[in-house]
């Protein structure tokens, strides 16, 4: 069995009016992340650290931003599919680690809701799925709240 491992990192700005999705779930806040699709930073995250564990590119190569295809998708599609295309390359996921960087809201409440429906698409157990949250102490641009990122790496073995 072949292992290995990837690292996942994605930023949207944060603006009064929009939607908060993160892990898949709506987020009561104020500010909600502005991108192409959803802007679910997380899923982002993850779809790059799993992609890059298999050696395939990034998100923006299999799902531009220059496409109207995507324009407002569901990131849960999106890591869909990236499953699907792991899938076809005899990949399965071992686990994933993640870290959600902003200042507010507080992410524990929501945890294990984002665990679970992460779990359910990439089809691991959820306790195969780490997700923290931590602020930036104030400093930059997660710091002022204009924006929002998130860290992943993923480990994923070959059949």
């Known amino acids: 069995m072949k292992v290995r491992i990837g690292f996942g990192f994605d930023v949207h700005q944060l603006k009064e009016g929009k939607d908060l999705w993160l892990g898949g779930i709506k987020i009561d806040a104020v500010k909600g992340a502005v991108g192409h699709s959803d802007a679910d930073v997380l899923i982002h995250a993850i779809c790059d650290a799993l992609l890059g564990a298999a050696g395939m590119r990034d998100i923006g190569y299999h799902f531009p931003d220059t496409s109207n295809e995507f324009k407002g998708i569901d990131s849960k599609i999106l890591l869909k599919r990236v499953i699907e295309l792991l899938q076809k390359e005899?990949?399965?996921v071992g686990n994933i680690d993640c870290?959600?960087?902003?200042?507010?809201?507080?992410?524990?409440?929501?945890?294990?809701?984002?665990k679970t429906t992460l779990a359910n698409i990439i089809q691991i157990e959820?306790?195969?799925i780490g997700i923290k949250a931590t602020t930036n102490e104030k400093m930059g641009y997660v710091g002022r709240e204009d924006g929002v990122c998130a860290y992943a790496v993923a480990l994923i073995q070959k059949q």
């Open 90 to 92: 005899n990949y399965s």
């Open 126 to 128: 959820v306790g195969d």
């Open 99 to 114: 870290t959600l960087v902003l200042e507010q809201p507080k992410i524990n409440p929501h945890i294990e809701l984002m």
